[in-house]
C-alpha cells in the first residue's frame, strides 16, 4: 500500500525558509495531481498548493510569490519550498494524494524568534 511521509518541517525565524518534501513508499505514478496542506489547532485543513500532471500548479493566496509547489522528474517526489515565512504559516503540513485519498502523517512547521 503506498504510504506518504513528509520531511524538512523544524522551527525558523520570521523571513526565513523551509524546504518540505514528500515521497512515496512506491513510486507514485506521473499521472497523479499532488497537493500541501496544512493545519492549526482548531481550524480545518486548507491547501496551501497542488501540482497537475502537467506541471500545472495552484497556490492559496497566503502562498503566492513565497511558495513553491515542485515534482522531482525522476522520483516523483514532491517538494513545497516556503520563504519569507511569517508566524501564521506555523502549522502542521501534511502531503495528500486526491487519487487515494492518502495524506501523509504531516510535519510540524513552526515560526517563531
Known amino acids: 500500500q503506498a504510504q506518504l511521509v513528509e520531511s524538512g518541517g523544524g522551527r525558523v525565524q520570521p523571513g526565513g525558509s523551509l524546504t518540505l518534501s514528500c515521497a512515496a513508499s512506491?513510486?507514485?505514478?506521473?499521472?497523479?495531481?499532488m497537493a500541501w496542506y496544512r493545519q492549526v489547532p482548531g481550524k480545518q485543513r486548507e491547501l496551501v498548493a497542488a501540482?497537475?500532471?502537467?506541471?500545472?500548479?495552484t497556490y492559496a493566496d497566503f502562498a503566492k510569490g513565497r511558495f513553491t509547489i515542485s515534482r522531482h522528474k525522476t522520483t516523483n517526489a514532491v517538494s513545497l519550498q516556503m520563504n519569507s515565512l511569517k508566524a501564521e504559516d506555523a502549522a502542521v503540513y501534511y502531503c495528500?494524494?486526491?487519487?487515494?485519498?492518502?495524506w501523509g502523517q504531516g510535519t510540524q512547521v513552526t515560526v517563531s524568534s
Open positions: 495528500y494524494l486526491p487519487r487515494l485519498e492518502l
Open positions: 512506491r513510486r507514485i505514478a506521473s499521472g497523479d495531481t
Open positions: 501540482i497537475a500532471p502537467n506541471g500545472g500548479t
